[in-house]
């Protein structure tokens, strides 16, 4: 299994860009010594760029969702969302996602180039500067003990793992790096199953994949790029396959398609090879799931990947796991020519107005109906969002809280201690968000939807007391959430994942940190909102 060749084939295949920078390597008897400063510069643009750009590829996948027949209506506005979002982050102010993610870096060096220095080093050091100079959230905590915690700062450490290939041309060695960053939403969406080989029969691998696709919810905002892996040697290999898939680094894998008369000889017992059949099938199976791009509907997926690998006569490893909304991935390298960074889509507009024209959704979002206050009383607040049915679409203006995790353990703590708990819980609903840091003349960073499950355990503590009794997150709501919200009348509504910088630019009117602020990104806010589109959970 040579995934250094697949590498290879992928970057043919990529638009790439230099660097503007002085700094070179430099070609010496067959050898590119390349300094340190190279590696920084190269990943501090890197990591700039995919919290502000996308690829071309996603946003055509994007805009294309929007424009078919069967999009419903709830969809169509939140696609249109996320397009508008893509537009104001390629301002290069307000990222993407307010979850810049945790930075990983792949890298494939071959023996003939050179660093005499520490690779993981210099490349975390770019890393770092990166996210601390565009003001990209530091979403990292690192433990002071067990259970203690506290944010790095930084978003450091960064996973690193660079991989010694064969020598390739010995007249341009090529130092070739792949940069990604994932949120923790996507993340904790991935999913590892020892699976035995009794799945191997088409009926029971539906079975299994319709049961797991169901399960992946809309907690990490989709519409999701979805990638399968089956087999592998061990389950390191087979998750690493995995998030390598999510990237779209491997997709020149060799195809099989199980459905065309001629698929089983197009490949021969290939180590690795992309299963075009099953990939068609998984995309039935998302788009018949009902769970649609978070508000129900079809599109949950936007594509899929099923690579399929070796594996060991007693187990069969599955492992599944998606790249969000914010897909941020890209490749780039260090030759004898200089830095080169793949090309992103750095003025989206004319591209999405082009495809814009040429959709035509079913229906289009009616602004002027459902607009509801959270200014009014909490009970009247209840009482009328409790009258309307599940996906049901909304306008709100007023005020709410901002608060998460960290947030509700402090609230936690006051209950064990016998104090109580802070006068506006009992005022304003709870917005379970952590935005970026605030860019100069923004009134926030940018700012979307946390996952919402993640607070159920706070349920009965909190709305017992009647504190809570309105929030706003994405995704599901577990059990201990519904049996609080059924016995003390709470509500849920949904607001869009995935379009953290248009709610930054359009709909917050103010921010103010209220309490916690040594909480960092997981402080407790104040906001104010305008014309905020939410979904009734």
Request: charge should be neutral; hydrophobic fraction near 40%.
């Amino acid at each position: 299994m040579d995934i250094g060749s697949l590498v290879e084939k992928r970057f043919a295949k990529t638009e790439f860009l230099p660097l503007k920078t002085s700094l070179q390597g430099a070609f010496r008897d067959g050898r590119l010594f390349v300094l340190p400063a190279c590696l920084e510069a190269l990943a501090a643009e890197a990591f700039r760029r995919i919290a502000f750009f996308y690829r071309k590829s996603h946003l055509s996948l994007l805009a294309a969702a929007y424009g078919k027949a069967d999009t419903t209506a709830n969809e169509s506005s939140l696609l249109r969302d996320l397009l508008d979002n893509a537009v104001i982050a390629a301002e290069g102010s307000l990222p993407l996602c307010q979850d810049t993610g945790a930075a990983s870096v792949y890298g494939w060096k071959p023996e003939g180039v050179v660093t005499g220095a520490d690779d993981r080093a210099a490349l975390e050091r770019g890393i770092g500067a990166a996210y601390n100079k565009h003001r990209l959230r530091a979403s990292l905590v690192a433990p002071v003990s067990f259970f203690g915690e506290r944010n790095t700062g930084n978003n450091l450490p960064a996973q690193i793992r660079i991989e010694a290939t064969p020598p390739g041309n010995p007249a341009d060695p090529c130092y070739r790096f792949l940069f990604t960053a994932k949120g923790g939403g996507s993340s904790n969406r991935t999913s590892y199953f020892p699976a035995t080989p009794g799945i191997l029969y088409p009926d029971a691998w539906d079975g299994f994949l319709r049961e797991k696709i169901e399960a992946l919810g809309t907690a990490a905002c989709p519409p999701y790029r979805l990638a399968i892996v089956a087999g592998g040697l061990s389950p390191e290999q087979n998750l690493e396959i995995l998030k390598l898939a999510t990237t779209e680094t491997l997709d020149e894998a060799p195809c099989f398609d199980a459905a065309s008369p001629d698929g089983a000889s197009s490949v021969y017992a290939p180590l690795l090879f992309r299963d075009i059949f099953r990939e068609k099938r998984a995309m039935e199976i998302a788009e018949n799931s009902g769970l649609g791009a978070q508000a129900g509907g079809k599109r949950l997926v936007l594509d899929v990947r099923v690579l399929r690998l070796p594996r060991h006569a007693a187990t069969f490893p599955v492992s599944i796991g998606v790249s969000c909304v914010a897909h941020r991935s890209m490749l780039g390298f260090i030759n004898k020519d200089g830095v080169f960074l793949e090309r992103l889509e750095e003025n989206p507009r004319l591209l999405i107005s082009k495809a814009l024209k040429e959709a035509k959704p079913s229906v289009t979002f009616d602004i002027k109906t459902r607009r509801i206050s959270f200014d009014m009383p909490m009970t009247e607040l209840c009482a009328l969002l409790g009258g309307f049915e599940a996906g049901c679409a909304l306008i709100a203006d007023g005020k709410l809280l901002v608060a998460r995790d960290a947030a509700h353990l402090a609230w936690r703590g006051l209950v064990e201690r016998g104090e109580p708990l802070p006068d506006y819980l009992f005022k304003y609903p709870v917005f379970y968000a952590g935005p970026s840091e605030t860019p100069p003349g923004c009134v926030t960073g940018s700012i979307g939807p946390t996952t919402s499950s993640r607070m159920d355990g706070f349920a009965e503590e909190l709305l017992s007391r009647g504190a809570s009794l309105v929030t706003v997150g994405k995704g599901r709501r577990g059990g201990a959430w519904k049996e609080a919200a059924d016995r003390y009348g709470g509500r849920y509504l949904c607001a869009a994942g995935g379009a953290a910088a248009l709610i930054a630019s359009r709909h917050i009117v103010s921010a103010t940190i209220i309490d916690y602020p040594e909480l960092a990104m997981e402080a407790v806010r104040l906001i104010e909102v305008k014309d905020l589109r939410l979904f009734t959970g």
